[in-house]
């Protein structure tokens, strides 16, 4: 059995080129596969940001916690769940502003939970994650992938890596706005041979 999670954080529902390209990778991903779970994971349809409460609260352990930080960290607890038992993350990211959405930042900051995705040790922290394959799926009207300006790759190759994760594949859509046509065709391109 394979287990897929799949992040969308793109705001658009419809006219979304990551998205779009997310869900093509998953197809290609699954062909010839009939044992491949695939869970969906929409963060633009909202997720909390920290608070004070949720910061002190996610690092004290599960039966140690009162009726009302489990319930806080009910949310959480089901998205740190989530990645740990996926083999296979595929991330929708847009860049927005030269970074990623917030929404996505937000699962960001939910998931990467001490002692659950990483741990703290005399060497420095260590992610716990390294069995996971990630792709993550970037689309750009105008930030060329790999630029000065690119801070969405550079960012998610470093917040994976630190949770375990080294072995990412990215596949850009990059400089839509200037060749739509081009960008997509070198994205599919790249989801047929990263998927073979």
């Given at each position: 059995?394979?287990?897929?999670?799949?992040?969308?954080?793109?705001?658009r529902?419809?006219?979304?080129?990551?998205?779009?390209?997310?869900?093509?990778l998953?197809?290609?991903?699954?062909?010839?596969?009939?044992?491949?779970?695939?869970?969906?994971?929409?963060?633009?349809?909202?997720?909390?940001?920290?608070?004070?409460?949720?910061?002190?609260?996610?690092?004290?352990?599960?039966?140690?916690?009162?009726?009302?930080?489990?319930?806080?960290?009910?949310?959480?607890?089901e998205?740190?769940?989530?990645?740990?038992?996926?083999?296979?993350?595929?991330?929708?990211?847009?860049?927005?502003?030269?970074?990623i959405?917030?929404?996505?930042?937000?699962?960001?900051?939910?998931?990467?939970?001490?002692?659950?995705?990483?741990?703290?040790?005399?060497?420095?922290?260590?992610g716990?994650?390294?069995?996971?394959?990630v792709?993550?799926?970037?689309?750009?009207?105008?930030?060329?992938v790999g630029?000065?300006?690119?801070?969405?790759?550079?960012?998610?190759?470093?917040?994976?890596?630190?949770l375990?994760?080294?072995?990412i594949?990215?596949?850009?859509?990059?400089?839509?706005?200037?060749?739509?046509?081009?960008?997509?065709?070198?994205a599919?391109?790249?989801?047929?041979?990263?998927?073979a």
């Amino acid at each position: 059995m394979t287990n897929i999670l799949t992040i969308h954080s793109s705001a658009r529902r419809s006219g979304s080129y990551s998205r779009q390209l997310t869900d093509e990778l998953i197809e290609r991903l699954k062909r010839g596969n009939a044992d491949v779970t695939v869970t969906t994971r929409d963060v633009a349809e909202g997720l909390s940001f920290p608070t004070e409460n949720w910061l002190t609260d996610r690092v004290v352990p599960k039966g140690e916690r009162t009726h009302e930080q489990d319930a806080a960290l009910a949310l959480t607890d089901e998205l740190v769940e989530e990645l740990r038992a996926a083999d296979i993350v595929v991330v929708g990211a847009p860049t927005y502003n030269f970074g990623i959405p917030a929404a996505l930042k937000a699962w960001i900051d939910h998931v990467a939970q001490p002692g659950r995705t990483f741990n703290y040790t005399e060497n420095g922290p260590v992610g716990l994650l390294g069995d996971t394959k990630v792709y993550v799926v970037n689309a750009s009207g105008g930030v060329p992938v790999g630029s000065p300006a690119d801070f969405v790759t550079p960012y998610l190759k470093h917040v994976f890596g630190f949770l375990g994760i080294t072995d990412i594949e990215f596949i850009a859509a990059d400089q839509l706005m200037m060749s739509e046509d081009d960008s997509l065709q070198r994205a599919r391109s790249t989801i047929e041979q990263v998927a073979a």
